[in-house]
């Protein structure tokens, strides 16, 4: 069957078909072409024309004219839409023009930036001219180093690198500074929170030095679909920016199919594992030849799931080798050598980590299936995106988990359809993350008086450093005057650098397995917690705390552990404040005071409580930004105490699930909590705090989002199937007491707050 005949099978099968919840057709969309712009070299045509391209989209043509004129811009279209050549054909045009032209290729993996490498080199090379084009991470040998420097027209390189070993050692790059005319940052929405935030500052940094060589290079950008492109772009650039979105390039048909697990629980609300549900679809597809790409959220599953479909096809079709892994871990050859699989067709599925979510090309593949809601709606249209050609169907199945997020969105499929993507949110002026890129600006050149390192106060900043003694004031210039290398102590992907290193202790070379923030650390690696990485269990042995260091062993066993955390959460300032229909809702500066009591060992799939033991940790404080809603004052002479007390405990937990479908963040990035009476509100409180030093700009946009957010909690609890409250809406049973229903007083509570 091709994938056509097979859908309608599907359709018509009860296997299937009672399962999804729905089933949306979109249609085919004919390509918007323009011509080449005059000005554009011949070579570049000729060679553009080799590979079939004789016209360009009318993104594409907009992007260049833009570039051409001297804006900056960022391209918002869909995955597979051709936005590579909006940064290649101009930044190309440059070259040819002027030899001497520059420019830095940033993206966010090197997996990515090698791939992109490669096919610039290849254009190059079609086109016959000499345009030098290296890609410099940690993984580019010494030796060439010196070459790139003073010969690469186009450096291809990632935040990091260019973080660490690039702006410290700005006078070894100084032909690049000098000459640099163009600045592109491809996947822009990738770089959202804390990641983003700091590249924010590492920008502010390069276009310092830009300014001190004589350059003021165009800044290209490119984004999946998202609410705010051009506010990110803006904010990680430092400057305005054209959105470039009026997509022309042609789409087949589509078939994007919501499909949730039948229920094996109905009182826990568990579901059949949507791996076994991928795997039952995944094998169908593959058998009848439809080129397939299944996406999972971790590399154990990418392992799992492959090795079930390797076992099928080896056993029923005698090749195994149609179906491979991908993830993150796999040297380069392996993943070169399946990334042409894909493209020639050798390979008939692949089962891989958000890996392959970014641009790398794999060609058009037929079929998607995702393994779990990805987190957000930009990536699960870029997921889904994966599958399409040009000219023919392709279907994307979106197969849910019984986690409340996933359960939400394939019972409002609607909501995903209609919503626009989510904010991309950075905070560039977070004090710890500022304070850090400041010390590396100092480092790379002094500062003036009055300069401004994108905030008002950064005279302050620097007169504190100077006590600190990093820093002298002589004359009218501050010098960096410390020993040590400030770039070496910062880590692009955390606001604070006093991460816990984690050490598998069962591996005689006790190899460090991750890290973890200081803040999560208390909860999440005390003695005798579970850890899980990667579906795998370890048991903490010893969490060194003052040399920040978790010493882990494997261990296999049928619970996991959950921290009893209690937070004390003071106010120190209002930024705003409204009153919404009966609540108050506000957004400042908060201290949260946290203090791990002791843990809970619960049993997996039932949620039993089979143990508990003692936590002696150190009280965390941490100033960040919260937002907050403070109930109606009549609130405690309406509703029962515990009533009132288990609507808020559920409202707070629906709440931690809904607020990353709007901020396009992790779970584990915000936190939740609630004051039956708040020492500064006098009423029962919710606040939702960034769970980050200082706070990366979730608050203020919880603020503009609140009603909203109490719109689609409610949808959640009522679209949920349970009768009394699940870990899928309200929250396990077994927080709530009394004998009231779960569900109902937390509805309750939600009717007399809207």
């Known amino acids: 069957m091709n994938l056509e005949q097979l859908l309608e099978y599907l359709k018509s099968s009860?296997?299937?078909?009672?399962?999804?919840?729905?089933?949306?057709?979109?249609?085919?969309?004919?390509?918007?072409?323009?011509?080449?712009?005059?000005?554009?070299?011949?070579?570049?045509?000729?060679?553009?024309?080799?590979?079939?391209?004789?016209?360009?989209?009318?993104?594409?043509?907009?992007?260049i004219a833009a570039v051409e004129s001297g804006r900056n811009i960022v391209v918002v279209t869909p995955t597979a839409s051709g936005k590579t050549l909006c940064y290649d054909i101009p930044v190309l045009n440059a070259i040819l023009k002027d030899e001497e032209s520059r420019a830095l290729f940033l993206f966010p993996t090197k997996a990515l930036a090698q791939d992109q490498a490669v096919e610039l080199h290849e254009l190059i090379t079609e086109a016959g001219v000499d345009v030098k084009t290296y890609t410099y991470d940690g993984d580019t040998p010494q030796s060439a180093r010196k070459a790139i420097r003073m010969a690469g027209h186009?450096?291809?390189?990632?935040?990091?690198?260019?973080h660490s070993g690039i702006l410290p050692h700005h006078t070894k790059w100084t032909r690049l500074f000098e000459n640099l005319k163009f600045v592109v940052i491809d996947e822009v929405h990738h770089y959202r929170g804390v990641f983003g935030s700091h590249l924010a500052?590492?920008?502010?940094?390069?276009?310092?030095?830009?300014?001190?060589?004589?350059?003021?290079?165009?800044?290209?950008?490119?984004?999946a679909t998202i609410a705010n492109p051009g506010e990110l772009a803006s904010k990680i650039i430092g400057s305005d920016v054209e959105v470039i979105d009026n997509n022309g390039a042609p789409m087949g048909e589509k078939h994007f199919i919501f499909y949730n697990p039948p229920v094996v629980n109905k009182e826990l609300g568990i579901r059949r594992s949507s791996l076994l549900e991928a795997e039952y679809l995944a094998e169908m597809l593959i058998r009848n030849s439809i080129q397939t790409i299944v996406f999972t959220k971790s590399r154990l599953n990418v392992e799992v799931l492959t090795t079930y479909l390797k076992d099928i096809f080896f056993g029923k079709m005698g090749d195994g080798n149609k179906v491979r892994g991908y993830r993150?871990?796999?040297?380069?050859?392996?993943?070169?050598?399946?990334?042409?699989?894909?493209?020639?067709?050798?390979?008939?599925?692949?089962?891989?980590?958000?890996?392959?979510?970014?641009?790398?090309?794999?060609?058009?593949?037929?079929?998607?299936?995702?393994?779990?809601?990805?987190?957000?709606?930009?990536?699960?249209?870029?997921?889904?995106?994966?599958a399409g050609r040009?000219?023919?169907?392709?279907?994307?199945?979106?197969?849910?988990?019984?986690?409340?997020?996933?359960?939400?969105?394939?019972?409002?499929?609607?909501?995903?359809?209609?919503?626009?993507?989510?904010n991309g949110l950075v905070n560039p002026d977070n004090l710890v993350i500022l304070y850090s890129h400041i010390k590396c600006a100092a480092f790379e050149l002094p500062f003036e008086d009055g300069e401004k390192f994108g905030v008002e106060t950064t005279s302050e900043i620097l007169s504190y450093m100077e006590e600190a003694k990093l820093i002298r004031h002589v004359g009218n210039r501050w010098y960096w005057s410390a020993d040590a290398f400030p770039a070496d102590e910062i880590s692009l992907r955390s606001a604070s650098n006093e991460n816990f290193i984690i050490i598998d202790t069962s591996?005689?070379?006790?190899?460090?397995?991750?890290?973890?923030?200081?803040?999560?650390?208390?909860?999440?690696?005390?003695?005798?917690?579970?850890?899980?990485?990667?579906?795998?269990?370890y048991q903490v042995e010893k969490l060194d705390y003052e040399n920040?260091?978790?010493?882990?062993?494997?261990?296999?066993?049928?619970?996991?552990?959950?921290?009893?955390?209690?937070?004390?959460?003071?106010?120190i300032d209002v930024f705003r404040e409204r009153k919404e229909n009966r609540i108050t809702v506000s957004s400042g500066e908060v201290m949260v005071t946290a203090l791990v009591t002791m843990f809970?060992?619960?049993?997996?799939?039932?949620?039993?409580?089979?143990?508990?033991?003692?936590?002696?940790?150190p009280e965390m404080e941490m100033h960040t930004t919260s937002y907050w809603m403070s109930m109606p004052e009549d609130l405690e002479a309406k509703m029962p105490k515990t009533d009132m007390i288990n609507g808020l405990i559920g409202l707070s937990n629906v709440l931690g699930n809904v607020a990353p479908i709007y901020l396009m963040c992790d779970q584990r990035d915000i936190r939740v909590v609630f004051q039956v009476k708040s020492t500064f509100t006098g009423r029962p409180t919710i606040y939702i705090y960034d769970n980050y030093p200082g706070g990366v700009g979730f608050s203020d946009k919880l603020l503009e989002l609140s009603s909203d957010l109490l719109k689609t909690a409610e949808d959640m609890i009522k679209s949920c199937e349970c009768e009394c409250g699940c870990p899928s809406c309200v929250g396990p049973l077994n927080e709530f007491s009394g004998d009231s229903n779960p569900k109902n007083t937390t509805l309750t509570l939600l009717k007399m707050i809207r």
């Open 14 to 63: 009860p296997r299937v078909h009672d399962n999804v919840t729905e089933w949306i057709r979109i249609p085919a969309k004919e390509a918007v072409y323009a011509d080449f712009p005059e000005y554009i070299d011949e070579r570049i045509k000729s060679a553009l024309a080799r590979r079939g391209i004789r016209r360009l989209y009318s993104h594409q043509a907009s992007a």
């Open 154 to 162: 186009i450096v291809v390189t990632n935040p990091d690198m260019l």
């Open 201 to 223: 500052n590492v920008i502010r940094r390069l276009r310092r030095i830009c300014r001190f060589y004589g350059s003021n290079p165009v800044f290209i950008c490119c984004s």
């Open 328 to 386: 993150g871990g796999y040297l380069p050859r392996l993943r070169r050598e399946i990334e042409q699989g894909l493209r020639d067709g050798s390979i008939t599925g692949v089962v891989s980590t958000n890996a392959l979510e970014l641009g790398i090309d794999i060609g058009h593949l037929e079929a998607c299936i995702m393994c779990g809601y990805p987190g957000n709606i930009a990536s699960t249209w870029q997921q889904a995106g994966r």
């Open 390 to 422: 040009r000219n023919s169907v392709s279907a994307a199945f979106l197969i849910a988990s019984s986690s409340p997020l996933d359960q939400y969105i394939i019972r409002n499929p609607q909501y995903f359809m209609e919503k626009p993507p989510e």
């Open 507 to 537: 591996d005689p070379k006790r190899t460090v397995i991750g890290e973890m923030d200081r803040f999560s650390a208390p909860m999440l690696l005390h003695d005798e917690a579970i850890y899980i990485h990667e579906g795998q269990q």
């Open 548 to 571: 920040k260091k978790a010493y882990v062993r494997k261990v296999d066993v049928d619970y996991y552990t959950d921290a009893n955390l209690a937070v004390d959460l003071k106010v």
């Open 600 to 617: 809970k060992k619960i049993k997996l799939y039932t949620h039993e409580n089979i143990g508990a033991g003692p936590v002696n940790l």
